[in-house]
C-alpha cells in the first residue's frame, strides 16, 4: 500500500455501541490527526499525536480516545456511540519538517442511529 | 475566537478565471495551505504559503497578506474537473491546523 488506508469505509452503528475506526499510513510519518467533517462545518480536529507513544486532545475530543503503539496506526474509539457522532471521519499524517502538509485517508462515513 | 472565512459557494465558466478568497484570525500564524476536495472524496493538497506573495503551481496560483490576513486561490483555464470544493487552513501558535468550511466550486459549460 502507498499512503493512508482507513477502515471500514463506511458503517451504521446503534447508539451505545462501541466502535473503533482504524488507520493505517506506510509513509513513515511521525505526526498524525483524526478529523471529523461535517457539513458547513471545517474540518474539526479530534485527536492528534506528534510521535509513536503520545496522544494530545484536539477541539473536539469528549467522546473519543485514541492510542498510537507503533508509527503506522492510530485507531479511533468510540466508547459509546451517540447520534451526534455522525459525521464523516478522516485520518491524515504529516512528516515533521518546515511545510509538515498534511495527507489525509479517505474517510470513513459513519451513521449513528 | 479563532476563524477563518471563505464563500460558501462560487460559479464558473469553463475556461475561465476564478479567485477564491480567504480571510482569517487566528492565534499566531504558521503557514497557510489549500486543500481541494472532490465530493465524497478526502481533501488532497494544493499550495502552501508562508511568506508574502504569490506562488504558482501550473494552473493554480495562491497568494498571500500576512498583515491583512488574507490569502486567494486563482485558477486559470478552468476545467470541468475543478469543481470541487476548496478549503483554506491556517497552522496556529501551537501547530495546529485551522480549517475553513470550504467553498463549492461549480463549473458550468
Known amino acids: 500500500i502507498a499512503g493512508i488506508t482507513q477502515a471500514p469505509t463506511s458503517q451504521i452503528l446503534a447508539a451505545g455501541r462501541r466502535m473503533t475506526l482504524r488507520c493505517t499510513q506506510d509513509?513513515?510519518?511521525?505526526?498524525m490527526y483524526w478529523y471529523r467533517q461535517d457539513l458547513g462545518l471545517g474540518l474539526r480536529l479530534i485527536h492528534y499525536?506528534?510521535?509513536?507513544?503520545?496522544?494530545g486532545k484536539g477541539e473536539v475530543p469528549d467522546g473519543y480516545s485514541v492510542s498510537r503503539a507503533n508509527t503506522d496506526d492510530f485507531p479511533l474509539t468510540l466508547a459509546s456511540a451517540v447520534p451526534s457522532q455522525t459525521s464523516v471521519y478522516f485520518c491524515?499524517?504529516?512528516?515533521?519538517?518546515?511545510?509538515?502538509?498534511?495527507?489525509f485517508g479517505p474517510g470513513t462515513r459513519l451513521l449513528v442511529l | 475566537g479563532q476563524n477563518i472565512d471563505q464563500p460558501t459557494e462560487m460559479t464558473a465558466t469553463e475556461g475561465a478565471i476564478v479567485q477564491i478568497n480567504c480571510t482569517y484570525q487566528?492565534?499566531?500564524?504558521?503557514?497557510l495551505f489549500w486543500y481541494q476536495q472532490h465530493a465524497g472524496e478526502a481533501p488532497t493538497f494544493l499550495s502552501y504559503?508562508?511568506l508574502d506573495g504569490l506562488e504558482e503551481k501550473g494552473r493554480f496560483s495562491s497568494f498571500l497578506s500576512r498583515s491583512k490576513g488574507y490569502s486567494y486561490l486563482l485558477l486559470k483555464e478552468l476545467q470541468m474537473k475543478d469543481s470541487a470544493s476548496y478549503l483554506c487552513?491556517?497552522?496556529?501558535?501551537?501547530?495546529?491546523?485551522?480549517w475553513g468550511a470550504g467553498t463549492k466550486l461549480i463549473i458550468k459549460p
Open positions: 491524515a499524517s504529516s512528516e515533521q519538517g518546515d511545510q509538515e502538509t498534511q495527507y
Open positions: 509513509m513513515r510519518h511521525n505526526a
Open positions: 499525536s506528534n510521535t509513536a507513544g503520545t496522544t
Open positions: 487566528t492565534s499566531g500564524f504558521n503557514g
Open positions: 504559503n508562508v
Open positions: 487552513a491556517v497552522r496556529d501558535s501551537n501547530y495546529q491546523l485551522i
